[in-house]
């Protein structure tokens, strides 16, 4: 494959992605990990608007469903020893132009979520990095997932009511991870923490439990699951430890536990902080773009070689810090990967050929 990029903003330690449907356009967000500002663009990598300029510490963004323009992000999550104030905000486009905010819930050390759909409803799941600290770089006080069902309504939230979120799960050591994924009809969030990676299933019926499935027992920084190699069961691929040097692709075995398959054989002083993480196809093919912030701070795409019957890795940019990236067909249907080159301070669109 080729990668013509562009560079199409610069904005200092850019951090977030998100896609963003309004006003009858595709467009999508790029926020900063400081207290910096959220832009939009269209598709086509043209900045729209500048939806605040402060604060910043976002860390996730995601639309509210069924709305034009609304989406969740969180506010406040500046780094692992600075993020007590962290909470999750409305944002919500005025009608005579400009960017409304407010409050849904606050989640100190909120590092996470994302918004699932099952049964017909909504739920929020949110990852707390951490639950608490007392001085820089303490670990003690283990990290944990919360869970809420999301109405349609969130205007009810403006005032001192706020979205009540009930604890799943605890004892999540540098719960880091997160990424959608499809599992039965439904949407399900896969988190990866120092105790491993595990799956969180909405309730079957509104009212009912949060079920968590453990699915793999060491560390993991980040984790996706697909099926790369189109046996028809899904592998997981890991990059640990916590913002950790090590990649590797898991495959199920035939007693259904996950086992080593492949691990990028660049040295890990190379690869030191893997951090952008994100599963999907490309041009039809399973494919995972992985970016790193230290060492040679490369971007790389891992797909399925089936001629090889191995996997294969290509360069999609060299020295940049990718701290997130995302990836979106176009209305011309072309592969298109957002990367938010956070050691660079560069927004870049890269096409797919």
């Known amino acids: 494959m080729k990668f013509h990029k562009k560079s199409i903003g610069n904005l200092n330690k850019c951090y977030s992605l998100a896609e963003l449907q309004y006003r009858g356009e595709h467009c999508f967000l790029v926020a900063a990990e400081k207290q910096d500002p959220c832009y939009l663009f269209n598709e086509a990598g043209e900045k729209m608007d500048t939806v605040w300029d402060g604060p910043g510490g976002v860390m996730t963004m995601a639309q509210v469903p069924r709305t034009d323009g609304v989406f969740l992000a969180t506010r406040k999550f500046y780094s692992p020893n600075d993020s007590l104030e962290a909470e999750i905000i409305v944002v919500k486009p005025k009608a005579e132009g400009g960017w409304e905010t407010y409050t849904l819930c606050k989640a100190p050390f909120v590092h996470r979520f994302g918004i699932l759909r099952r049964a017909g409803s909504y739920y929020l799941l949110v990852c707390c990095l951490k639950s608490g600290h007392e001085y820089k770089d303490d670990w003690r006080q ?11 309504d969130l205007e009810q939230f403006r005032g001192e009511k706020k979205l009540e979120l009930k604890l799943i799960k605890d004892g999540m050591l540098r719960n880091h991870g997160f990424s959608k994924i499809q599992r039965g009809g439904y949407e399900a969030g896969l988190v990866g923490c120092e105790e491993g990676s595990f799956i969180f299933d909405p309730p079957a019926v509104y009212g009912a439990d949060w079920t968590v499935t453990q699915i793999h027992s060491l560390p993991s920084s980040d984790s996706v699951l697909m099926d790369f190699d189109g046996d028809g069961k899904l592998e997981l691929g890991c990059i640990a430890p916590f913002h950790g040097n090590s990649l590797t692709i ?12 492949w691990k990028y054989s660049a040295k890990e002083s190379d690869t030191e902080m893997i951090h952008a993480t994100w599963a999907c196809e490309i041009n039809g093919k399973p494919s995972w773009i992985v970016g790193w912030r230290k060492g040679t701070k490369d971007t790389i795409l891992i797909s399925w070689d089936k001629e090889e019957g191995n996997y294969k890795t290509e360069y999609l940019d060299r020295n940049t810090g990718c701290a997130n990236a995302m990836h979106f067909k176009n209305k011309d249907g072309k592969d298109i990967i957002i990367g938010a080159n956070r050691e660079i301070d560069e927004i870049a669109m890269y096409t797919v050929e």
Request: net charge negative; proline share 9%; charged share 15%.
């Open 250 to 261: 898991y495959h199920l075995d035939e007693y259904g536990n996950y086992v080593p398959q």
């Open 142 to 152: 283990k990290g944990a997932c919360y869970g809420a069902h999301l109405p349609l």
